[in-house]
């Protein structure tokens, strides 16, 4: 097969009480990212766009990972978590069988940015106990990869550092990657695995295909790629660069759920509204 690009746009849209955020990719294109589901950009200097933030609500079927790059996050959940997603952190969330909870975004001076990707769980997952992995900052280690590039190894392993997010159902690799001006990206794919780019700031070009570059809010798509090749000319270039083993089974999706079957999501929304939805709410204390 031969390598392709697919370069998809983030759209704007609103979520929870009314976050104005960009999606890159969600519903209509997770068929394309499979083991992803949904990726949303949520950035604003103002606080009236986010300050509504996600008040309660349910997960089933799916792991959420939240990375701030700045701002402040306040959460709590059904298992008793409670605590704050602060400039740099990482919240990485297993739903599993059912959590309820709550993002805040607090009031922040200058600009708010971070990002949440949904992750698909198989089937034999969908009904796991949910867990939480909350990473601080300086967890997570930052590398020199090449001249002029750095990144940061959230989650999966790069010459040898290891993210800290671990266990990860579909085994994913999650990095922050920056490169100076004039400075060439190579990165080699796991065999099988989908991979796509997230672009956060400046602008970069992505080979095979692209002969203009690609700028900020841009997902790119890796299909059939052994080896990405990235490089900047006269500007930098941000991006999230996310990889995952794809899972191949039906989706049943609607909201914060996301099942094999109708029937399962039936049975959820019918839990919910019920009052019987969360199995598991962590071990006594
Ligand atoms: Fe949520």
């Not at 990375?67 to 959460?75: F, N």
């Not at 001249?147 to 290891?162: D, P, R, Y």
């Not at 700031?201 to 990405?228: C, H, L, M």
């Amino acid at each position: 097969m031969k390598p392709t690009l697919k370069i998809l746009e983030s759209k704007p849209t609103i979520e929870g009480a009314g976050v104005r955020l960009k999606r890159a990719f969600g519903y209509n294109e997770a068929p394309l990212l499979d083991p992803f589901l949904l990726l949303d950009d949520f950035g604003s200097d103002k606080p009236r766009d986010y300050i509504l933030g996600f008040p309660w609500h349910p997960h089933r079927g799916i792991e959420t990972v939240t990375y701030v790059l700045t701002g402040v996050i306040k959460h709590e959940d059904s298992l008793g978590n409670k605590g704050v997603i602060e400039s740099g952190d990482v919240q990485w969330m297993t739903a599993g069988s059912g959590i309820i909870h709550q993002e805040m975004p607090q009031q922040y001076e200058g600009r708010m940015w971070g990002f949440q990707l949904w992750v698909n769980l198989p089937a034999s997952c969908k009904m796991m106990n949910p867990r939480y992995q909350e990473i601080k900052k300086e967890q997570i280690p930052e590398i020199s990869f090449g001249k002029g590039i750095t990144l940061k190894v959230i989650c999966g392993e790069v010459k040898g550092a290891k993210g800290p997010v671990q266990d990860i159902i579909v085994d994913p690799t999650y990095l922050d990657v920056s490169l100076v001006p004039h400075a060439e990206f190579n990165f080699s794919v796991r065999k099988g695995h989908q991979v796509f780019a997230y672009i956060i700031e400046g602008n970069g070009y992505f080979y095979p295909q692209t002969k203009k570059a690609i700028g900020v809010e841009r997902v790119v798509i890796f299909s059939d790629v052994e080896k990405i090749k990235i490089s900047t000319y006269e500007h930098n270039l941000r991006f999230l660069l996310i990889s995952g083993k794809p899972i191949k089974e039906p989706v049943a999706w609607y909201g914060p759920i996301v099942m094999n079957t109708q029937e399962e999501l039936d049975v959820a929304f019918e839990e919910y509204r019920t009052g019987t939805f969360i199995k598991y709410r962590g071990e006594k204390k």
